[in-house]
Nanobody, 119 residues
Framework: QVQLVESGGGLVQTGGSLRLSCAAS??????MGWFRQAPGKVRESVVG????????YYADSVKGRFAISRDNAKNTVYLQMNSLKPEDTAVYYC??????????????WGQGTQVTVSS
């Protein structure tokens, strides 16, 4: 069992930056990542990172703007979001699970944190 607690969401203007954190407890060293869900849309994978941190995945829409990292000593994953756009507005969910076919297959979810980018 893994428990995930996110923090760091908020309101930012277009072009601004935010950093999300996700602290994991319980069994750790799983692959982790972030999904997001905008109103009326399907939840989508944004970024993922393997347990070792050696391999990452980025959705095309965030490549070059978002960066995922993890500190296994703190059981925490970070998502640095730069050059934010209004279309990045969504609830962001931290997830943990297995690394399958180059991406995270989530088994556990955090409660979600709202990110709003104003134009």
């Amino acid at each position: 069992q893994v428990q995930l607690v996110e923090s760091g969401g908020g309101l930012v203007q277009t072009g601004g930056s935010l950093r999300l954190s996700c602290a994991a407890s319980g069994r750790t060293f799983y692959a982790m990542g972030w999904f997001r869900q905008a109103p009326g849309k399907v939840r989508e994978s944004v970024v993922g990172i393997t347990g070792s941190g050696e391999t990452t995945y980025y959705a095309d829409s965030v490549k070059g703007r978002f960066a995922i990292s993890r500190d296994n000593a703190k059981n925490t994953v970070y998502l640095q979001m730069n050059s934010l756009k209004p279309e990045d507005t969504a609830v962001y969910y931290c997830a943990a699970g297995l690394w399958v076919a180059g991406n995270l297959r989530p088994d556990w979810w955090g409660q979600g944190t709202q990110v709003t980018v104003s134009s």
